[in-house]
C-alpha cells in the first residue's frame, strides 16, 4: 500500500524539542523530494520544510529557520523533523508529505498527520 | 511568494458554477497547484502546474491562470465538492499556501 506514517508527536513545553519521523512505502522513496506541512487547529495550512531526493538541498518557512532541521534516510524510507526551542506557535497537526509523480512542487501523498502540542 | 486567495467564503448550491482566485506576490511560474479538504482528512491534490488535473480528479474541476493571477473554476457543483480549497506554490522554497477558502451550501 501506498502510504506514509507519521510519528513522534506529543505534548512538550516552550523551549524543549522533539524530533518527528515519517516512514514511506509503496513507491521508490529515493525518487521523490519530501516535505513537512502543518495546519494549526482550524487554521490553514503552512508549508513548514523540504529536501530533496538525495538530501542535496532543503529549505524552510521563515517561522522555523534555525531551529527546525530537516533530514532523510532513504535506506529507511524515512524522513524527519528536528524541531528545537519550540514555541506555543508550533501548535499544529504535522504532515508528512510527496512530491507529486512528474510534478515537482505538488503534493500528491499526505500521511494522516502527528499532533504537536507545546503548551506549559 | 504570499499567496492569497478570494474570497475566503464561497456560499453556493448543487448545480452552480463557481470560481476561487489565488493571487501571488510574484510568479510562482508554473508550480501552482490547487487541493480539497475537508473536515477530519489530509488535502487532496486536484490540480498541479497550474491546469493539469491529477488523476482521478472529475473533469468539472478546471484550473488556469498565469502570472500572479490563477483561478480554480468547479463547473457543475456536487455534494461532494463542499469543502476548504487551498492554493499552493512552490518556485523555489520556501513554498507557501494560500489561506483558503471554505465552500459551503447556500
Known amino acids: 500500500e501506498v502510504q506514509l506514517v507519521e510519528s513522534g508527536g506529543g505534548l512538550v513545553q516552550p523551549g524543549r524539542s522533539l524530533r518527528l519521523s515519517c516512514t514511506a512505502s509503496?513507491?521508490?522513496?529515493?525518487?521523490?523530494?519530501m516535505y513537512w506541512v502543518r495546519q494549526s487547529p482550524g487554521q490553514g495550512l503552512e508549508w513548514v520544510s523540504g529536501i530533496s531526493s538525495n538530501s542535496g538541498s532543503a529549505g524552510y518557512a521563515d517561522t522555523v529557520r534555525g531551529r527546525f532541521t530537516i533530514s532523510r534516510d532513504n535506506a529507511k524510507s524515512s524522513m524527519y523533523l528536528e524541531m528545537n526551542n519550540l514555541k506555543t506557535e508550533d501548535t499544529a497537526l504535522y504532515y508528512c508529505v510527496k512530491d507529486a509523480v512528474g510534478a515537482i512542487g505538488a503534493f500528491d501523498l499526505w500521511g494522516q498527520g502527528t499532533m504537536v502540542t507545546v503548551s506549559s | 511568494i504570499q499567496l492569497t486567495q478570494s474570497p475566503s467564503l464561497l456560499s453556493a448550491s448543487v448545480g452552480d458554477r463557481v470560481t476561487i482566485t489565488c493571487r501571488a506576490s510574484?510568479?510562482?511560474?508554473?508550480?501552482l497547484a490547487w487541493y480539497q479538504q475537508k473536515p477530519g482528512s489530509a488535502p487532496k491534490l486536484l490540480i498541479y502546474?497550474?491546469?493539469i488535473l491529477q488523476s482521478g480528479v472529475p473533469s468539472r474541476f478546471r484550473g488556469s491562470g498565469s502570472g500572479t493571477e490563477f483561478t480554480l473554476t468547479i463547473s457543475s457543483l456536487q455534494p461532494a465538492d463542499f469543502a476548504t480549497y487551498f492554493c499552493?506554490?512552490?518556485?523555489?522554497?520556501?513554498?507557501?499556501f494560500g489561506q483558503g477558502t471554505k465552500l459551503d451550501i447556500k
Open positions: 509503496g513507491f521508490n522513496f529515493n525518487d521523490y523530494a
Open positions: 510574484q510568479g510562482p511560474g508554473n508550480y
Open positions: 499552493q506554490q512552490l518556485k523555489t522554497y520556501p513554498g507557501s
Open positions: 502546474a497550474t491546469s
